[in-house]
Nanobody, 123 residues
Framework: EVQLVESGGGLVQPGGSLRLSCAAS????????LTWVRQAPGKGLEWVST????????FYADSVKGRFTASTDNARNTLYLEMNSLKPEDTAVYYC????????????????WGQGTQVTVSS
């Protein structure tokens, strides 16, 4: 059974940093694409980043490019999202998601989802 569990969310001031983690089980990271998706209050889902577990190729939404970095520790089956220079508009529930490595949509439809972790950027 595939399970994804996010952690690391919280309250941070504008300009600050936060690192999210997603602990995964039930599949091999080398065979999957791992994605971060967020949902701001009152808005729809927004794709943030996808990283391929085997090649480590990583893709980012324009809204976070240069500020966020996705990475994986395949030995620990853990996905990370390092978020720097945070803005109030980054406030959202952040979800990790997983798909077989053939995934290429870079969107908000995914096979497996975590429960989400809240990130609030406010002074």
């Amino acid at each position: 059974e595939v399970q994804l569990v996010e952690s690391g969310g919280g309250l941070v001031q504008p300009g600050g940093s936060l690192r999210l983690s997603c602990a995964a089980s039930g599949f091999d990271f080398d065979d999957y694409a791992l994605t971060w998706v967020r949902q701001a209050p009152g808005k729809g889902l927004e794709w943030v980043s996808t990283i391929y577990g085997y090649s480590r190729y990583t893709f980012y939404a324009d809204s976070v490019k240069g500020r966020f970095t996705a990475s994986t520790d395949n030995a620990r089956n853990t996905l990370y999202l390092e978020m720097n220079s945070l803005k109030p508009e980054d406030t959202a529930v952040y979800y990790c998601a997983a798909d077989p490595e053939s995934y290429m949509d870079f969107g908000t439809v995914h096979d497996y989802w975590g429960q989400g972790t809240q990130v609030t950027v406010s002074s």
